[in-house]
């Protein structure tokens, strides 16, 4: 079984940064495209950031500009660089692995971003 695990998450005030991390317990990364999505309370799960298994990125417009998707192959990881933090920010933040079916795909457990003064 594969299995995500995110870290780098807490809180941080309004105009800093974080990075995120998520490693994957096998090597398949180069097969799929990985994402990082999140969601905050009463509100609908959005991606924030997509590279693909060719290593193309997209991003959310909400995040455009200030974040920063990238991964590293021979670790098994996948990163999220966020800067200038805004409290909308905030949310569970869930690593992605999209193997390209509905209800295929493997998921992180989230982890918390408070973004707050």
């Known amino acids: 079984q594969v299995q995500l695990v995110e870290s780098g998450g807490g809180l941080v005030q309004p105009g800093g940064s974080l990075n995120l991390s998520c490693v994957c317990s096998r090597n398949i990364f180069s097969a799929y495209d990985e994402a990082w999505y999140r969601q905050a309370p009463g509100k609908e799960r959005e991606l924030v950031a997509k590279i693909t298994s060719a290593g193309s990125m997209t991003y959310g417009d909400s995040v455009k500009g200030r974040f920063t998707i990238s991964r590293d192959l021979a670790k098994n990881t996948i990163y999220l660089h966020m800067n200038n933090l805004k409290p909308d920010d905030t949310a569970v933040y869930y690593c992605?692995?999209?193997?390209?079916?509905?209800?295929?795909?493997?998921w992180g457990q989230g982890i918390q971003v408070t973004v707050s003064a």
């Open positions: 992605n692995v999209d193997r390209g079916v509905v209800g295929w795909d493997y």
